[in-house]
């Protein structure tokens, strides 16, 4: 069984605070990706990759970055949070063979509070 | 703009009866659709998907129907459940891997 998993499960930082959210698979996939899911909004894709070393930009990257160290870690970093960045936090890993959209394996989550 | 459109943010439907789940697309180059369902604080989960190559796939009481020409799939679901009540995300994706989801449609089965 696939695995992803994300660390923390909750924080809460102070607007401004520097936050890195940990996201490990064991899968040997290629890919993964940090989403953020808000009510109204859906899943939204904030940073994605194909390898370490590799970032891609998703759809709202804006006040994140995102670090690839191994094939297996993928770091989501916010240096100056806002209470906007108050959010459900999704890593997934994806294989990179056969389909893509219905190949995402999800980590628990992360619950980011900025007060 | 938003390029997967779900354009319903919530769907009732009576236990028994069918419940159908639309998303709309823009990006002809999407060659893979699915549909995922989605508990509050829990992770998404993949419940049927289709590639291009195909216009309906079926899983038990789940349907998913492409209609590629009109850039719409939508998830098909008989005999609906109250356990069927959940959020469920359409998702699409070229084969260059950015996958991208609709923002949701909230499914309440009532018993």
């Known amino acids: 069984e696939a695995a992803v998993t994300q660390s923390p499960r909750n924080k809460v930082t102070v607007t401004g605070g520097n936050v890195t959210l940990s996201c490990r698979q064991t899968n040997s996939h290629n890919y993964m990706y940090w989403y953020r899911q808000d009510t109204g909004h859906g899943l939204r894709l904030i940073h994605y990759?194909?390898?370490?070393?590799?970032?891609q930009i998703g759809d709202v990257p804006d006040g994140y970055k995102a670090t690839r160290t191994t094939q297996e870690d993928f770091f989501l970093l916010l240096e100056l949070a806002s209470p906007s960045q108050t959010s459900l936090y999704f890593c997934?890993?994806?294989?990179?063979?056969?389909?893509?959209?219905?190949?995402?394996?999800f980590g628990s989550g992360t619950r980011l509070t900025v007060l | 703009g938003q390029q997967v459109k779900q354009s319903s943010p919530s769907l009732t439907v009576q236990e028994g009866g069918i419940s159908i789940l639309n998303c709309d697309y823009e990006n002809d180059m999407f060659d893979y659709f699915a549909w995922y369902k989605k508990y509050p604080d829990n992770s998404p989960t993949l419940l049927i998907s289709v590639r291009s190559n195909v216009d309906k796939r079926e899983d038990g009481r789940l349907t998913v129907f492409l209609n590629k020409s009109g850039k719409h799939f939508s998830l098909h679901i008989t005999a609906s459940q109250p356990e069927d009540t959940a959020v469920y995300l359409c998702a699409a994706d070229t084969n260059a891997y950015k996958v991208i989801f609709g923002k949701g449609t909230h499914l309440h089965v009532l018993p």
């Open positions: 997934a890993s994806n294989r990179d063979w056969g389909g893509s959209a219905e190949t995402l394996y």
């Open positions: 990759s194909y390898g370490a070393g590799n970032l």
